[in-house]
């Protein structure tokens, strides 16, 4: 008969240990350090295929969405009378303006070149995705925006508006012709979905790594 | 600013001369991001 192993009961301090560990603390914990990295979010050292262009039109177009939400806050601060009388408002007015106009043109820059590297490639398919969405975002974010602007060109611009967005049956619920309505999403409801889907997309960057080049025998590389 | 802009026809393309110009700069901008140099590209892990 063989000699019956001998238990030892759990202590006190070790059952409150794992029970710590099962925690949805400790578990999330666990899954940010897998995930997030901290020697992937901050590299002190990049691979050579991170030293290209198309990675500089992407850190234009973050620099300019700060200049873009900066100007922002100080129109909405200030109101239209002060954005279209005063030359400081003028002024803030016009940053506000090119600065999304850089945002558009390094952002297009910066998917035309992921697109001919086929940046989705490895696992990276979400992160493409939320670029693609970015821009949607961008698009809808700046038709707000040039209703908001309190002059003929937004009132052309909602008057005939009007007519696709009844056509496409939204006239009811997203009403061009409504300022109140389109500023607030304007200054409040897109630039909160803008700027946290671009950390997002950085972060999900930051995790993976760009992609690799693509090579000359035209598959992936291993 | 109060004038509107002049418009570019060709065939079936209507193009205002701005958008025009814009877009001929990013596809220049992109051209010349395939071939100029990336300052300091080999100091980086290969």
């Known amino acids: 008969m063989p000699e019956a192993t001998e238990v030892k009961p759990a202590t006190t301090g070790n059952r409150a240990k794992e029970a710590a560990d099962s925690g949805w603390t400790y578990r999330t ?11 992937h979010l901050l590299p002190h050292r990049q691979p050579y295929y991170v030293g290209s262009w198309v990675y500089v039109f992407g850190v234009i ?11 922002g806050v100080v129109l909405s601060f200030m109101g239209p009378q ?8 003028r002024f803030f007015n016009s940053l506000h303006f090119w600065s999304v106009q850089l945002f ?7 998917l035309w ?18 670029g693609v969405v970015i821009f949607g975002s961008s698009i809808l974010t700046a038709f707000t925006g040039y209703l ?15 007519d696709a967005m009844n056509g496409a049956g939204i006239g009811a619920f997203f009403n061009v012709l409504n300022f109140g309505q389109m500023f607030g999403l304007h200054v409040m409801l897109r630039p909160i979905v803008v700027t946290f889907l671009v950390v997002v997309h950085i972060v999900m960057v930051r995790a993976r790594g760009v992609v690799k080049p693509i090579d000359r025998e035209g598959g992936s590389p291993s | ?26 596809l220049v901008l992109f051209a010349v991001a395939l071939v100029a140099p990336f300052p300091h590209g080999s100091d980086r892990d290969a």
């Not at chain 1, 914990?29 to 020697?39: H, K, S």
């Not at chain 1, 002060?82 to 408002?89: A, E, F, I, M, N």
């Not at chain 1, 558009?104 to 910066?110: A, E």
């Not at chain 2, 418009?7 to 990013?26: K, R």
């Open chain 1, 29 to 39: 914990r666990q899954w940010v350090d897998r995930v997030l990295a901290m020697d």
């Open chain 1, 61 to 71: 177009t973050i620099a300019a969405l700060v200049w873009v939400v900066v100007s």
């Open chain 1, 82 to 89: 002060w954005w279209h009388v005063s030359s400081l408002g």
């Open chain 1, 104 to 110: 558009f043109i390094f952002m297009v820059l910066h």
């Open chain 1, 113 to 130: 070149g992921q697109y001919f590297m086929a940046g989705w490639r490895e696992g990276r398919a979400a992160t493409w995705m939320i």
């Open chain 1, 148 to 162: 908001s602007q309190q002059n003929f060109d937004s009132q052309f611009i909602a008057i005939n508006a009007k």
């Open chain 2, 1 to 26: 600013m109060d004038t509107p802009a002049q418009y570019f026809d060709w065939a079936f393309i209507h193009i205002s001369y701005p958008n025009l110009i814009v877009i001929g700069v990013m």
